[in-house]
């Protein structure tokens, strides 16, 4: 049996239903991840959307950088020969955050010499400022004492399923056996 209830904790349970399905759809709209639109190390428009049925793993860097950079892209690059011969449907993407510096040629030569498989990307600082937000990756660029330019920035890898849908964001110095599992899970659940 349902206890009454006056009108005005009738209101106030309707304002709360209200509100809850609106902070339920803030919350499923501030999902990380989503489709961007850059340009590729060959100078040609990119678009997420193009690499739909792959599973893409992603990193934010630039070509400057002494140690992360470097780091992960060695790791994309062994999870990536990991898959070379198992299937063709994963995808490496580095995009800079240091768009002034790093352009198309820099990116490309700089991609190659980790895996043929791994993309460069960029963009004017107004796209790449929106792809960082939508992907809640953070970069900041300053000037040191002697002048020398410094980029912090964040160090994860975002694994985005065969959908486009951001899946799994994987923390830096996680093992190359992790990632390979995330990715495995996914080429095999997500149909073919």
């Not at 049925?53 to 780091?71: A, E, H, K, Q, R």
Request: net charge neutral; glycine share 8%.
């Amino acid at each position: 049996m349902i206890p009454a209830m006056n009108k005005g904790a009738g209101v106030v349970i309707l304002l709360a239903c209200m509100l809850g399905g609106v902070l339920n759809k803030v919350a499923a709209d501030s999902k990380p991840g989503g489709d961007f639109s850059l340009t590729d190390q060959d100078n040609r428009n990119f678009e997420l959307q193009q690499l739909r049925g792959n599973v893409v793993i992603l990193f934010f860097g630039y070509t400057s950088c002494p140690d992360v950079c470097p780091s992960a892209l060695g790791i994309m690059a062994q999870v990536l020969r990991v898959f070379e011969k198992k299937s063709n449907h994963v995808k490496g993407i580095f995009i800079t955050v240091d768009p002034e510096r790093d352009s198309p040629q820099i990116l490309k030569e700089y991609t190659s010499y980790f895996s043929n498989q791994l993309q460069g990307l960029t963009g004017s600082r107004e796209q790449i400022d929106k792809v960082t937000k939508q992907y809640r990756a953070n970069y900041r660029i300053s000037q040191n004492e002697m002048n020398n330019i410094v980029v912090d920035h964040s160090s994860n890898l975002y694994v985005i399923d065969k959908d486009g849908r951001l899946n799994t964001i994987v923390p830096f110095g996680m093992s190359i056996n992790h990632i390979v599992n995330v990715v495995e899970w996914l080429l095999e659940n997500q149909g073919a």
